[in-house]
């Protein structure tokens, strides 16, 4: 057994299953290891932001790392904005980074580069394997290192030398620690807090969005009052009929302070107390309203969900009563066609157990709530801000979980970074209908650039913020790639592509023109 099969096959042993990648001539011996070992399923991207998105998709819904296999340095590099955008949202990953043969290396062939010095921003642990016998206990421990939690991303580059010398065997999985445990001084000061009567929020990412975290924090809610928040950009939320409803807050700081107005002490569940975006001239970073006290429950790295558990039974009783469904009506056939009258029809028909990708930028945003309502969902987002992340996030999570529809709500421009998703879905035959927000511009700019006080705009600044001349046209992107598309431009026209969409099992896109 060569370096390259041995950590395939103590991958496996690790239990990570799906290996996303896009190799090149040092990742040859790692590639046919593949083909070799039974079990583990490899899935080309054509670009690799889509390998590294669709790993975070994956891992985000499966709740374990896939691996990645990227080409040297500038192959890592093309992946970087969608790993930032899982080391933000606090995903597991393991990234194989091929690498020169070690005497190779003094060369400075073409290829050659740091690639350490590219790994370290975006990945909480780098090694390098020294020599096919260790390559197995070095994947071994980027698997550990990866599942630390809450999720980290373990880079680990393989020289070509160590992929095809001789190896010694399969490494053992190694033991994963849990979330560490919240001190009883933790929870004591948040039953403290919920006692005095004040005004209580919390804020709330992780695993706190999901299960027995959201039923916690339904009974404490129901039971004292508070408030139940996530951030405006939290990687995953269980959302929909029958769950408690998580208050979203707002994007720009003053709405967002003025969501907050009032609430005394914000107690924080795996998420940092809040700040802004960005920066605008005049306008504070942090969020958190004056008068108001932020109190940690847990940490990103701890058990906030058994945090919850400890605070409910300290100040509410049994179970609440879930909420039923409030589906809205269908939409009426002639209604105005745009942004909200897509995302009413999807809240409408969305099919139970379905998960969400959502990417709709500016679109989205003033209609989140419509899918409070929705049948229960998963809604995955993107964490880190670099756009270009749900295109691959649907993929990785439509291969986590097969049998669950995948909608990926996507605004144009943000699609273009990684479009090359629509291939692997087809290839795949992922179960993925994509909604393209067709505003053909990049919007939010338009009105961050009133935002931040940077003057009128004319015609040269408008022309770096418009998508038009040419026109993208998403049905024959979709085409050319493998993927059935339409586009509409009404209500009814919409209403029945989606509705059609829901029913068919596979790829499909629908560019709405709104
Ligand atoms: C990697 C990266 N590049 C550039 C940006 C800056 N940026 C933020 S939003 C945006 C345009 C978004 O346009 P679109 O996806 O069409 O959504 P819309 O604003 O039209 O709703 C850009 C370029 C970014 N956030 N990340």
């Given at each position: 057994?060569?370096?390259?099969?041995s950590?395939?096959?103590?991958?496996l042993a690790?239990?990570?299953?799906?290996?996303?990648?896009?190799?090149?001539t040092s990742e040859?011996?790692f590639?046919?290891?593949?083909?070799?070992?039974?079990?583990m399923?490899?899935v080309?991207g054509?670009f690799?932001?889509?390998?590294?998105?669709?790993?975070?998709?994956y891992?985000?819904?499966?709740?374990?790392?896939?691996a990645?296999?990227?080409?040297?340095?500038?192959?890592?590099a093309?992946?970087?904005?969608?790993?930032?955008?899982?080391?933000?949202?606090?995903?597991?990953?393991?990234?194989?980074?091929?690498?020169?043969?070690?005497?190779?290396?003094?060369?400075?062939?073409?290829?050659?580069?740091?690639v350490e010095?590219?790994?370290?921003?975006?990945?909480?642990w780098?090694?390098?394997?020294?020599?096919?016998?260790?390559?197995?206990?070095?994947?071994?421990?980027a698997?550990?290192?990866?599942?630390?939690?809450?999720?980290q991303?373990?880079s680990?580059?393989?020289?070509?030398?160590?992929?095809?010398?001789t190896a010694?065997g399969?490494?053992?999985?190694?033991?994963?620690?849990?979330?560490?445990?919240?001190g009883?001084?933790?929870?004591g000061?948040?039953?403290?807090?919920?006692?005095?009567?004040?005004?209580v929020?919390f804020l709330l990412?992780?695993?706190?969005l999901?299960?027995?975290?959201?039923?916690?924090?339904?009974?404490?809610?129901?039971?004292?009052?508070?408030?139940?928040?996530?951030?405006?950009?939290?990687?995953?939320v269980?959302?929909g009929?029958?769950?408690?409803?998580?208050?979203r807050?707002?994007?720009?700081?003053?709405?967002?302070?003025?969501?907050l107005?009032?609430?005394?002490?914000?107690?924080?569940?795996g998420?940092?107390?809040?700040?802004?975006f960005?920066?605008?001239?005049?306008?504070?970073?942090?969020l958190?309203?004056?008068?108001?006290?932020?109190?940690?429950?847990?940490?990103?790295?701890?058990d906030?969900?058994?945090?919850?558990e400890?605070?409910?039974?300290?100040v509410?009783?049994?179970?609440?009563?879930?909420?039923g469904?409030?589906?809205?009506?269908?939409l009426?056939?002639?209604?105005?066609?745009?942004?909200?009258a897509?995302?009413?029809?999807v809240?409408?028909?969305?099919?139970?157990?379905?998960?969400v990708?959502?990417?709709?930028?500016?679109?989205?945003?003033?209609?989140?709530?419509?899918?409070?309502?929705a049948?229960?969902?998963?809604?995955?987002q993107?964490?880190g801000g670099?756009?270009?992340?749900?295109?691959?996030?649907?993929?990785?999570?439509?291969i986590?979980?097969?049998?669950?529809?995948?909608?990926?709500?996507?605004a144009d421009?943000?699609?273009m970074?990684t479009?090359?998703?629509?291939?692997?879905?087809?290839?795949?035959?992922?179960?993925?209908?994509?909604?393209?927000?067709?505003?053909?511009?990049?919007q939010v700019?338009?009105?961050?650039?009133?935002?931040?006080?940077?003057?009128?705009?004319?015609?040269?600044?408008?022309?770096m913020?418009d998508?038009?001349?040419?026109?993208?046209?998403?049905?024959?992107l979709?085409?050319?790639?493998?993927?059935?598309?339409?586009r509409?431009s009404?209500?009814?026209?919409?209403a029945?592509?989606?509705?059609a969409?829901?029913?068919?099992?596979?790829?499909?896109?629908?560019?709405?023109?709104i």
């Amino acid at each position: 057994m060569n370096g390259a099969e041995s950590m395939v096959r103590t991958l496996l042993a690790s239990g990570v299953e799906v290996c996303f990648g896009n190799p090149g001539t040092s990742e040859m011996h790692f590639v046919s290891a593949l083909d070799r070992v039974e079990g583990m399923r490899a899935v080309l991207g054509l670009f690799e932001g889509v390998v590294t998105g669709a790993a975070d998709g994956y891992a985000r819904m499966a709740g374990k790392p896939a691996a990645t296999l990227l080409h040297l340095g500038p192959g890592l590099a093309n992946g970087v904005a969608n790993l930032h955008n899982a080391r933000k949202a606090g995903t597991p990953m393991v990234n194989i980074i091929g690498d020169h043969a070690t005497a190779h290396q003094r060369y400075d062939a073409p290829l050659t580069s740091d690639v350490e010095a590219i790994a370290r921003p975006v990945s909480h642990w780098v090694a390098r394997v020294r020599g096919a016998a260790n390559a197995a206990a070095d994947v071994a421990r980027a698997v550990q290192a990866a599942r630390q939690a809450p999720g980290q991303i373990a880079s680990l580059i393989l020289p070509a030398d160590s992929a095809w010398d001789t190896a010694d065997g399969v490494a053992p999985a190694l033991p994963v620690e849990g979330p560490a445990a919240v001190g009883e001084g933790a929870i004591g000061r948040s039953v403290a807090a919920l006692r005095t009567g004040g005004k209580v929020a919390f804020l709330l990412r992780g695993a706190a969005l999901q299960g027995r975290g959201l039923a916690a924090a339904a009974r404490i809610a129901a039971a004292t009052g508070a408030r139940l928040v996530c951030d405006t950009f939290a990687p995953r939320v269980e959302r929909g009929a029958g769950r408690v409803v998580v208050e979203r807050l707002p994007y720009r700081p003053e709405p967002a302070i003025a969501f907050l107005q009032g609430t005394e002490t914000l107690i924080l569940v795996g998420a940092q107390a809040p700040i802004a975006f960005f920066a605008y001239p005049g306008q504070p970073s942090e969020l958190t309203p004056p008068g108001c006290r932020p109190l940690v429950l847990a940490h990103p790295h701890e058990d906030g969900v058994a945090a919850l558990e400890a605070l409910a039974d300290a100040v509410a009783s049994g179970p609440v009563a879930a909420p039923g469904p409030r589906l809205y009506p269908a939409l009426e056939r002639n209604a105005a066609f745009g942004a909200e009258a897509v995302l009413r029809t999807v809240a409408h028909l969305l099919p139970e157990g379905a998960i969400v990708s959502d990417e709709t930028i500016s679109a989205g945003f003033p209609h989140y709530a419509l899918f409070d309502g929705a049948r229960p969902h998963d809604w995955l987002q993107l964490a880190g801000g670099a756009i270009g992340d749900g295109m691959p996030v649907a993929t990785g999570a439509a291969i986590a979980c097969p049998g669950r529809k995948v909608v990926n709500l996507q605004a144009d421009g943000s699609a273009m970074y990684t479009l090359q998703s629509l291939w692997t879905q087809a290839r795949e035959k992922l179960d993925v209908t994509t909604v393209i927000f067709a505003n053909r511009a990049y919007q939010v700019l338009v009105e961050e650039l009133k935002g931040v006080g940077a003057g009128t705009a004319g015609s040269k600044a408008f022309s770096m913020l418009d998508l038009n001349n040419p026109a993208l046209d998403w049905v024959q992107l979709a085409g050319g790639m493998g993927v059935e598309a339409v586009r509409v431009s009404d209500s009814a026209g919409f209403a029945d592509a989606f509705a059609a969409a829901m029913k068919r099992p596979g790829p499909f896109l629908i560019e709405a023109l709104i």
